[in-house]
């Protein structure tokens, strides 16, 4: 069963930096591209940023470039986002997901929630 | 990020059927890139409930049916159940962006 387990989340004042990871399971991590995906409180899904397999290539919306790093510990199966000058905008719960080769993302974590307020 | 446009809430009775729509343009659903589907319970992550417009993952309910027409897509749920009070969303990509995109999001009432 594949299982994804977020950890990291709390409570950061604006400008500050923050770094979470994702605990994998249940399949080779290393077969698969990863992604965060976070959602503000009462609001939708948008993506934040996706990994290779190897940890090669990674992708972010223009809205999130400079700020947000992902990578990957492919020995530990591990999926690691490092976020900084971090703002009031960011507050969101931060799922982990699993990326697949038509472009969805087919297994998620429960969340780990980031809030950015002095 | 642009989103793909939902109705904000859709609602039907049980054992009814009920369709959300998802529209997108020509760099996203029209340039003939899949869309996938998801279910969010209250208070739960996301869960994939359709990919490639008409897929369903194992265990998925056969309740659940994916479409595409053009630049439109739609879910439709017959048999209404109590448990698919959830919200939905459809995500796809998009070329201009060089983004994953999702729909903003329908809230499913069940009366």
């Known amino acids: 069963e594949v299982q994804l387990l977020e950890s990291g989340g709390d409570l950061v004042q604006p400008g500050g930096s923050l770094s979470l990871s994702c605990a994998a399971s249940g399949f080779t991590f290393n077969n698969y591209v990863m992604s965060w995906v976070r959602q503000a409180p009462g609001k939708g899904l948008e993506w934040v940023s996706t990994?290779?397999?190897?940890?090669?290539?990674?992708s972010y919306p223009g809205s999130l470039k400079g700020r947000f790093t992902i990578s990957r510990d492919n020995s530990r199966n591990t999926l690691h986002l490092q976020m900084s000058s971090l703002r009031a905008d960011d507050t969101a719960i931060y799922f982990c997901?699993?990326?697949?080769?038509?472009?969805?993302?087919?297994?998620w974590g429960q969340g780990t929630l980031v809030t950015v307020s002095s | 990020q642009s989103a793909l446009t939902q109705p904000p809430s859709v609602s039907g009775a049980p054992g009814q059927r009920v369709a959300i729509s998802c529209t997108g343009g020509?760099?996203?659903?029209?340039?003939?890139?899949?869309v996938h589907w998801y279910q969010q319970l209250p208070k739960s992550a996301p869960r994939l409930l359709i990919h490639g417009n008409h897929i369903r993952p194992s265990g998925v309910p056969d309740r659940f049916s994916g479409s595409k027409s053009g630049t439109s897509v739609s879910l439709a749920i017959t048999g209404l159940q109590a448990e698919d009070e959830a919200d939905y969303y459809c995500?796809?990509?998009?070329?201009?962006?060089?983004?994953?995109?999702f729909g903003t999001g329908t809230r499913v009432t069940v009366l």
């Open positions: 990994i290779s397999g190897s940890g090669a290539v990674t």
């Open positions: 997901a699993r990326f697949t080769d038509k472009f969805s993302f087919d297994s």
């Open positions: 995500q796809s990509y998009d070329s201009s962006l060089s983004a994953y995109i």
């Open positions: 020509s760099t996203n659903i029209g340039a003939g890139y899949d």
